[in-house]
């Protein structure tokens, strides 16, 4: 294969699964829990795998495991796999977690990205939320003015931007302040102890929809209620009341999109790394 050809959705997938069996059989050795997510989570129940259209892995942590994962994620996964987060990595600047196949490259057309990307799976972290609605209310309209400020400053999309803010966001793209922003955002997720809190959410990286930030909101115990899912030819772990997610993210998540929505959301260009 050419080291430019880029890859197809079936090589796209194939490499995906394998990181997520790595990181299974990490999570197994070591007793770390996590969830297949999102469209992984819909994926496995409606499809027994991906779903057709799509081309990206979803998983999610409770912070707990996912510090335990930090520390041995890059000895314990294979040698072609790479675990990438603001905590490990000096140049990246994104609110979540990836672990990336080393051998390929990825590009990501509208994000100034200072780290070179492989073929990834992205890690969401869960932490602990205030009891109170009014307070987690607080909590996520700070948190969608930092992830604005990320957005800002670390997404090329000039064409959505208006004209005189323009040159503004090109000098923020050349700079490292959507990092500084994605650490604000972790240094405030912690706030609330996941083991002391019986309420859970995703405070970093979920969009600008507050409705959205508040269908995310979970009991903590459901990390205690995991059970296994087919995924393509892999068993994962998944929530066990997966109607629960899934009804609040997607509706009726049984019932197929329009056609024309059968599309993939992503905006890359992937292909094997030159030897």
């Given at each position: 294969?050419?080291?430019?050809?880029?890859?197809?959705?079936?090589?796209?997938?194939?490499?995906?699964?394998?990181?997520?069996?790595?990181?299974?059989?990490?999570?197994?050795?070591?007793?770390?829990?996590?969830?297949?997510?999102?469209?992984?989570?819909?994926?496995?129940?409606?499809?027994?795998?991906?779903?057709?259209?799509?081309?990206?892995?979803?998983?999610?942590?409770?912070?707990?495991?996912?510090?335990?994962?930090?520390?041995?994620?890059?000895?314990?996964?294979?040698?072609?796999?790479?675990?990438?987060?603001?905590?490990?990595?000096?140049?990246?600047?994104?609110?979540?977690?990836?672990?990336?196949?080393?051998?390929?490259?990825?590009?990501?057309?509208?994000?100034?990205?200072?780290?070179?990307?492989?073929?990834?799976?992205?890690?969401?972290?869960?932490?602990?939320?205030?009891?109170?609605?009014r307070k987690r209310d607080r909590m996520f309209k700070t948190s969608i003015l930092l992830e604005k400020g990320w957005s800002?400053?670390?997404?090329?999309?000039?064409?959505?931007?208006?004209?005189?803010?323009?040159?503004?966001?090109k000098l923020c793209n050349k700079t490292m302040l959507a990092r500084l922003f994605s650490m604000e955002m972790n240094r405030r997720a912690k706030k609330?102890?996941?083991?002391?809190?019986?309420?859970?959410?995703?405070?970093?990286?979920?969009?600008?929809?507050?409705?959205?930030?508040?269908?995310?909101?979970?009991?903590?115990?459901?990390?205690?209620?995991?059970?296994?899912?087919?995924?393509?030819?892999?068993?994962?772990?998944?929530?066990?009341?997966?109607?629960?997610?899934?009804?609040?993210?997607?509706?009726?998540?049984?019932?197929?999109?329009?056609?024309?929505?059968?599309?993939?959301?992503?905006?890359?260009?992937?292909?094997?790394?030159?030897?």
């Amino acid at each position: 294969m050419s080291a430019k050809q880029e890859l197809t959705i079936e090589e796209l997938r194939q490499l995906e699964t394998e990181i997520l069996e790595d990181f299974h059989e990490v999570c197994k050795r070591n007793n770390l829990k996590y969830s297949i997510a999102f469209g992984t989570l819909l994926g496995a129940v409606r499809h027994g795998g991906f779903i057709p259209w799509d081309d990206d892995i979803d998983i999610i942590m409770p912070r707990p495991d996912y510090e335990k994962f930090i520390e041995i994620a890059n000895h314990q996964l294979k040698a072609e796999h790479r675990f990438i987060s603001i905590e490990v990595e000096e140049k990246f600047m994104a609110p979540l977690a990836k672990i990336i196949h080393t051998k390929t490259s990825l590009y990501e057309k509208e994000h100034a990205s200072r780290v070179v990307l492989g073929v990834y799976m992205d890690i969401f972290v869960y932490d602990g939320v205030p009891d109170k609605k009014r307070k987690r209310d607080r909590m996520f309209k700070t948190s969608i003015l930092l992830e604005k400020g990320w957005s800002f400053c670390e997404c090329a999309a000039y064409s959505k931007t208006a004209p005189l803010l323009r040159p503004a966001r090109k000098l923020c793209n050349k700079t490292m302040l959507a990092r500084l922003f994605s650490m604000e955002m972790n240094r405030r997720a912690k706030k609330y102890l996941f083991a002391n809190s019986e309420y859970m959410a995703n405070n970093m990286f979920l969009g600008e929809n507050f409705h959205k930030r508040q269908a995310n909101v979970f009991e903590a115990k459901e990390f205690e209620q995991l059970t296994e899912y087919q995924f393509e030819h892999l068993k994962v772990t998944g929530f066990k009341n997966y109607d629960l997610f899934l009804t609040r993210w997607y509706g009726d998540y049984m019932k197929l999109p329009p056609k024309d929505e059968q599309v993939s959301n992503h905006d890359f260009y992937a292909c094997w790394k030159q030897l």
